[in-house]
């Protein structure tokens, strides 16, 4: 690591690390996580869960109702804290962020670190309430080529689990994964540049994969933290050799071309992702197939986007339900990107 001087440090968590499902979110965490300074979290899920009012709320007193909320929550042990780490953290905080942050303290120092992030992909679509939260932290999105990203969900996702929770998952993966794509691509770049200024950064997942020493150092100058080149070898000694085993289980290095929509996916597939993302996908660089869109094609997405719509706003009415949240259906659709 590089001696640049002294360091400030911001209160944990100091970072978010976003972006849509399978989209590079593992490989840039195990990266980050490398830096002898910060420790990342690999999908622990549970900062939206504590306040049962995401709509209202500053900051809330904290109460026994949210401490045990928070620590019920299955994904809450891969911070890898002990009960009395999780007491401590719960005696010195008045308050919700307070204690969130008292845990990413315990989380890095077992690690012998101390800054500490998260990455959460969905956190994408929390970003106005983590700012609420933690206004000093830094959010970074990650964004993927949709099409790639498709073919990855397509492999991954099946009823009950991402995208399939979707009944149009049924008739139309393809759609599904296009339409969850632009939602979560949109949403992460509106409220990141709303929300988090010049603390939020959006990185290509193909660049980090081509040149990840450039990027890298740019996230570094994001963080305020020296850079660091162990980053660069975080799967030295933890690569494998399994047969069967996908590039993230071996624990592989940067591999360019894991997914190639040109090679792998259908020339129907691609029209209609394009259908109905392609807007998005030209405001990032990435080059279209089609120049026009056949009427069939766009009738197709049509019908996709109404039904996409309706689930969406009855989703969003049981959650609201559930959770006693107001939440403008609307909203959670998938916007217009201006870059």
């Not at 890898?80 to 942050?101: E, M």
């Not at 509106?190 to 150092?217: I, K, M, N, W």
Request: aromatic share 8%.
């Amino acid at each position: 690591m590089s001696d640049d001087g002294p360091i400030t440090l911001r209160p944990n968590p100091c970072l978010f690390v976003v972006g849509c499902p399978r989209s590079g979110t593992t490989l840039l965490q195990r990266m980050l996580d490398s830096h002898p300074l910060l420790a990342v979290v690999n999908d622990a899920h549970f900062i939206h869960r504590g306040p049962r009012r995401l709509d209202r709320f500053v900051d809330p007193i904290l109460t026994d109702e949210i401490v045990d909320r928070v620590t019920r929550y299955h994904a809450f042990d891969r911070l890898g804290l002990r009960a009395a780490q999780v007491s401590a953290a719960a005696a010195r905080s008045r308050t919700y962020a307070a204690f969130v942050g008292a845990l990413y303290d315990e989380f890095a120092a077992n690690h012998g670190k101390v800054l500490a992030g998260d990455k959460t992909p969905h956190y994408v679509r929390y970003l106005p309430f983590l700012r609420r939260l933690f206004p000093a932290s830094s959010t970074v999105h990650i964004v993927r080529d949709g099409r790639d990203v498709a073919l990855s969900m397509l492999d991954w996702a099946r009823p009950g689990l991402g995208p399939g929770r979707f009944p149009l998952w049924q008739s139309e993966p393809l759609g599904v994964a296009a339409l969850s794509w632009r939602w979560h691509v949109t949403t992460g770049v509106r409220d990141g540049h709303s929300c988090f200024g010049a603390r939020y950064h959006e990185v290509l997942y193909e660049r980090l994969v081509d040149d990840p020493d450039t990027e890298l150092q740019t996230l570094s100058e994001l963080l305020e933290i020296p850079y660091a080149g162990e980053m660069l070898a975080y799967h030295e000694g933890k690569t494998r050799s399994a047969q069967g085993l996908s590039a993230k289980s071996a624990w592989l290095p940067p591999v360019a071309g894991l997914r190639d929509w040109r090679r792998q996916m259908a020339e129907r597939d691609v029209e209609i992702f394009e259908a109905l993302a392609g807007d998005v996908l030209s405001s990032f660089g990435y080059e279209r197939e089609f120049v026009r869109i056949s009427a069939r094609a766009e009738a197709h997405a049509a019908r996709c986007r109404e039904r996409w719509e309706q689930e969406v706003r009855t989703r969003n009415r049981q959650m609201a339900s559930r959770l006693e949240l107001r939440i403008d259906p609307v909203d959670l659709v998938g916007h217009t990107v201006t870059r």
